[in-house]
């Protein structure tokens, strides 16, 4: 079966590489990087192929003629067959690749979230799609610092494309959008951290095109008519916050007190009726209660506070795909320091851990038919106790005033 399924994935992007020398190439670099490989650079994969050297690896990512962008639009109608579902969210994050020197398209040294600290590295951002089949990252982009857009002679000897310009990370993750709305993925949701959801043009971007959205974002940000968000929640009663998971995590369900408002500003209508609804979210350790987490949210009429969580929790699905991108796919083992080499390696990588979450999500449909009868409760269960925006001094209702779903 796992033989039938990579089979038919090059079959259906096969037609990228015109060429056969590079076709076959292509197979033997999927192959080394789902392969049990000590190290995914040229040398080994080379190896694992049963090459002498590692120089027709090179010369597919270097020097061969084909386009990561078409490949990656192959990749998006793998995932959307075979993991699609029309809830589906689009997650955006960024991830960092250590690398030295500084010749490696866009490395200096910057923050990275994935190593806690400035680092000479590279940057990219990333979209994940997930649904209650499967997790998978679709989409990715090179961040790119203005010491090297604001150098042209760098940039040429890196290959950039003349026509990439400085764009910040939230400019790329809102071209990874408007790429995903117009894919074969079904996306009804958009989330991400708070690098993410505190640019207000993205929220805007995302409410124009429709996607809901549950965006995590710092405690200063302003909501309207209230202030900040933090103070906004240190007004909520006690029974404004419940318990409950927002999904499965390593250690099972991930636990926390939630409290949820709606909020004012309505401007998408269909006829007079409004169509959709702006909430600010908070999320409360339960151990630490000083450690709270807000979000900001955007979601169709009738939209309970249960799915607001989940969609909230569904985040954490792009951390545990850098996760198995690196450690099962080479994702950031790559040896290319031209734009063009870093993104087919990286489309690659992410085509080859596509392949591994179809499999999987194969493998729990399988086992869940053998174990599971066929009828069982819906993933988003409505619950009672949405908090609603009231007339009396405090903006949480009180318990009185309570509207279920």
């Not at 002498?52 to 998006?76: C, F, H, I, S």
């Not at 955007?298 to 929790?313: D, F, K, Q, S």
């Not at 489309?347 to 449909?365: G, K, N, Q, Y």
């Amino acid at each position: 079966m796992w033989n039938d399924e990579l089979e038919e994935l090059f079959l259906r992007t096969g037609h990228r590489f015109r060429r056969v020398e590079p076709r076959r190439r292509m197979r033997d670099y999927i192959r080394g990087l789902l392969g049990p490989v000590g190290r995914k650079n040229g040398w080994q994969l080379a190896a694992y192929a049963g090459h002498r050297t590692p120089d027709r690896l090179q010369r597919l990512l270097n020097g061969a003629r084909w386009n990561a962008d078409e490949l990656r639009d192959d990749l998006q109608h793998y995932v959307a067959e075979r993991l699609g579902e029309p809830d589906g969210i689009l997650i955006l994050d960024d991830t960092g690749f250590l690398k030295k020197g500084i010749t490696s398209a866009g490395v200096q040294r910057q923050y990275s979230g994935t190593a806690g600290r400035t680092e000479n590295c590279q940057i990219d951002v990333f979209a994940a799609y997930a649904t209650t089949r499967g997790r998978a990252l679709v989409d990715r982009e090179l961040y790119l610092p203005k010491s090297w857009t604001d150098d042209r002679d760098r940039c040429q000897a890196a290959h950039i494309p003349g026509e990439r310009t400085f764009a910040t990370k939230p400019d790329l993750a809102k071209a990874m959008v408007l790429r995903a709305i117009t894919s074969p993925l079904p996306i009804a949701w958009v989330t991400a951290d708070a690098a993410y959801g505190q640019e207000w043009r993205l929220r805007r971007m995302l409410e124009e095109t429709g996607l809901g959205y549950v965006l995590a974002v710092p405690k200063s940000q302003q909501v309207p008519h209230f202030g900040r968000i933090d103070h906004l929640f240190s007004q909520a009663p006690d029974e404004a916050w419940e318990q409950r998971s927002c999904g499965d995590g390593a250690k099972g369900p991930r636990v926390y007190h939630w409290a949820a408002l709606q909020i004012t500003s309505i401007e998408d209508f269909d006829g007079e009726m409004p169509t959709h609804q702006r909430w600010a979210l908070a999320r409360r350790s339960i151990s630490k209660p000083d450690e709270i987490a807000y979000y900001l949210c955007y979601a169709p009429l009738g939209t309970t506070v249960e799915r607001l969580v989940r969609v909230a929790g569904t985040r954490w699905a792009i951390e545990e795909a850098f996760q198995a991108a690196k450690n099962e796919c080479g994702l950031d083992q790559y040896e290319v320091c031209r734009y063009t080499g870093w993104m087919r390696h990286i489309t690659l990588a992410i085509l080859a851990h596509a392949f591994l979450a179809v499999m999987a999500a194969d493998a729990a449909a399988k086992g869940a038919a053998e174990t599971v009868p066929a009828l069982h409760p819906s993933p988003w269960q409505k619950f009672a106790g949405s908090w609603q925006l009231a007339t009396h001094p405090s903006p949480f209702a009180s318990p009185s005033s309570v509207h279920t779903h």
